[in-house]
């Protein structure tokens, strides 16, 4: 039990962390329009929350948990990708 607390606590704040680095980030690299650019990531942010926490049910009722992993593992894919294709190189 204690290694499933210990990865609980591990994977919840790096989200947070993250989470914070990204919001922070959304207004300073912006090259105009600072307050609309962290706008919108938090209604990206919050908007998909709602949405993929919502499937996330559909998929735990539908699959059980190897459905809602696969959901996850999916997002994943999907963000790593965006993140290779958005961010630039240096």
Known sequence: MW???LGMVVLTGGFFASHA???GWSGALAVAGRSQSASLYNV???GGSSLFGYLGGIFL???G???T???VIALTVVATALV???LPRE
């Open 65 to 67: 948990w190897a459905g």
């Open 84 to 86: 290779v294709a958005v």
């Open 44 to 46: 990206g942010y919050y």
């Open 61 to 63: 009722a539908g699959a």
């Open 21 to 23: 680095v990204a919001s």
């Open 3 to 5: 290694v499933i607390v």
């Open 69 to 71: 992993v696969a959901m």
